[in-house]
């Protein structure tokens, strides 16, 4: 049977956690194209996919982690720190991958180039699933 006041309750707490998760997911985006050394808006709007396939594979692997907090934890301040370690443990995979791994990264994204694009999109939406599976440890 419908019970519409339990409904109103939990449609309430869906729209703060949506509202909550859009604003956090935002704001990782905005300071994570900060942190890269080239413009992705600027690229993708210019039809560089390896831009579009960096950036799309940092937001899922953001996404994946506070998908995770989101579903296990009851408390905004809680769930704000999980999402805030989630976005800083992606960051720091992107410049560790940058400075380490393939160094002339930002120079083959801005050329275009798919094969470094598609690594650091495997490279964080695995560091993503690991974390989001950690969230639950």
């Keep these: 049977m419908f019970n519409a006041e339990v409904f109103g309750a939990s449609a309430l707490a869906?729209?703060?956690?949506?509202?909550?998760?859009?604003?956090?997911?935002?704001?990782?985006?905005?300071?994570?194209?900060?942190?890269?050394?080239?413009?992705?808006s600027?690229?993708?709007?210019?039809?560089?996919?390896?831009?579009?396939?960096?950036?799309?594979?940092?937001?899922l692997g953001y996404v994946?982690?506070?998908?995770?907090?989101?579903?296990?934890?009851?408390?905004?301040i809680e769930f704000a720190a999980w999402a805030t370690l989630a976005g800083v443990i992606q960051i720091v995979t992107f410049t560790v991958?940058?400075?380490?791994?393939?160094?002339?990264?930002?120079?083959?994204?801005?050329?275009?180039?798919m094969a470094p694009a598609l690594y650091l999109l495997s490279i964080s939406l695995a560091v993503g699933v690991l974390n989001a599976a950690c969230m639950t440890y």
């Design 14 to 40: 869906f729209l703060v956690a949506f509202v909550l998760a859009g604003l956090f997911t935002v704001a990782f985006k905005l300071i994570y194209q900060l942190v890269t050394p080239y413009k992705e």
């Design 42 to 59: 600027e690229l993708i709007r210019q039809g560089n996919s390896a831009a579009a396939v960096v950036l799309g594979g940092a937001l």
């Design 64 to 76: 994946l982690p506070l998908a995770s907090a989101l579903a296990n934890t009851s408390h905004v």
């Design 97 to 113: 991958v940058r400075m380490l791994v393939v160094r002339d990264m930002a120079a083959r994204i801005e050329r275009g180039e």
